[in-house]
């Protein structure tokens, strides 16, 4: 995600050099550009969820989750 921010920013200041420069092809080409980035952004975003998802299921379905502790247990045992 990271990378994708830096690109982003890289492109942003492409596109005001090449609108300044009154480029309109490279204007368009590089609005291609922003475009395709925020989709992979998106997208990405929505893997990253969804692989989550299929983890958490994983835990439930195979019985994973560990034994949720508590303060009491913990200190009957330090006694």
């Known amino acids: 995600m990271e990378a994708i921010a830096e ?5 942003a200041a492409d596109l005001g050099a090449a609108a300044q ?4 092809r490279r204007v368009q080409a590089l ?4 475009f395709k980035l925020d989709k992979l952004e998106q997208h990405l975003k ?7 998802d ?3 299921l994983r835990r439930l379905l195979l019985d ?4 949720p ?3 009491t247990s913990d200190q009957d045992s330090a006694e």
């Open 69 to 71: 502790t508590t303060a």
């Open 64 to 67: 994973e989750r560990p034994e």
């Open 46 to 52: 929505t893997s990253s969820r969804l692989l989550n």
């Open 21 to 24: 420069a009154r480029s309109e």
């Open 54 to 56: 299929l983890r958490t």
């Open 31 to 34: 609005q291609i550009v922003q």
């Open 7 to 11: 690109a982003k920013s890289e492109i």
